[in-house]
């Protein structure tokens, strides 16, 4: 057997070895270009000093995180943002655990209810926070005209009728809004979740004697945690880095009091590109820190017994 022999299966093997890359490749490729440039680029654009056009002047060194946490509203925005979070993360898993086993139960005209039940989904979510937003027009508003009806305000166009414009009735809008454009997916996802316990659990539940409210909590929560882990964390992220809703219904204002981070960092890029991107960077790093909060909390990594 000669040398060459010898190489020729060693060459095959390197080349069996490197096919994956040829599937894997282009998603590589793609991460790249969408995900980590942008960030080195955020980053990179966060130590520089720009002009309101685009033009980079030099080096800012740490002169805009300085300015950034120098913001009279930065760390209420902060705290408002993680509120924000909370709020609209817990009330959205709360409901659609309800809706999930309600779904997940035989009634008649399941089908069309389930159907209907991705219509808030499947619309736009800053066409909803308009229509939301024109439904509470203090002049015109039909949800403020069903409240003069109801005797809870005297007249359309007064302070009382304006519930955008106070942050105190504005936020908790701005929350239903936002549970209602996340529920659906969140609903979807548990019912995919559900469907993946075996039947014959239950069955042994039964035969135990265990009611109602204790098999839900011993079996069909635990074995339903990989389900609920996936769609809380995709909400964490989603709500956190959240605009259209708030920009569409209130623009964070009074002031910012309605403001969160992602609000704030964008209202900072019509003043200074550079602060906007250390807001951006501040932003990621949030994102990161609540998820790894959100998983150690949750345990997703542990074995359901």
């Not at 779904?103 to 008649?108: A, L, S, T, V, W």
């Not at 992220?237 to 960092?265: K, R």
């Amino acid at each position: 057997m000669t040398t060459l022999d010898v190489k020729k299966p060693r060459a095959r093997r390197g080349l069996r070895a490197l096919e994956p890359l040829a599937w894997i490749g282009p998603a590589i490729v793609l991460i790249a270009l969408v995900v980590l440039w942008p960030v080195v680029e955020m980053i990179r654009s966060s130590f520089l000093e720009i002009s309101r056009l685009g033009v980079v002047r030099g080096s800012a060194g740490f002169a805009n995180y300085e300015k950034l946490f120098a913001e009279k509203d930065f760390a209420d925005v902060m705290l408002r943002s993680v509120i924000w979070v909370i709020a609209v993360v817990a009330l959205t898993v709360l409901i659609s655990l309800a809706l999930a086993q309600l779904f997940n139960q035989r009634f008649p005209l399941r089908k069309l209810a389930r159907w209907a039940l991705i219509a808030p989904w499947a619309a736009s979510v800053l066409m909803t926070a308009i229509i939301f937003k024109w439904m509470l027009d203090p002049e015109v508003g039909v949800i403020n005209q069903i409240r003069v009806r109801l005797g809870l305000i005297d007249a359309m166009g007064g302070a009382a009728a304006d519930q955008l414009g106070d942050a105190s009735t504005a936020m908790p809008w701005l929350v239903f809004v936002a549970v209602f454009v996340s529920v659906p997916f969140t609903t979807y996802a548990l019912l995919a979740g559900l469907a993946t316990i075996p039947a014959d659990v239950y069955e042994a539940a039964r035969m135990d004697g265990a009611g109602r409210l204790r098999t839900y909590w011993s079996i069909t929560l635990p074995l339903l945690r990989p389900a609920l882990t996936v769609a809380a964390l995709i909400n964490v992220m989603n709500v956190f880095n959240s605009f259209p809703i708030i920009w569409a219904m209130t623009h964070g204002q009074p002031g910012y009091s309605t403001a969160t981070s992602t609000i704030l960092m964008y209202i900072l890029k019509g003043s200074d590109i550079g602060e906007s991107a250390a807001m951006s960077v501040v932003n990621f790093g949030m994102v990161i820190v609540l998820t790894v909060i959100f998983l150690k909390v949750s345990r997703w990594n542990k074995e359901v017994a």
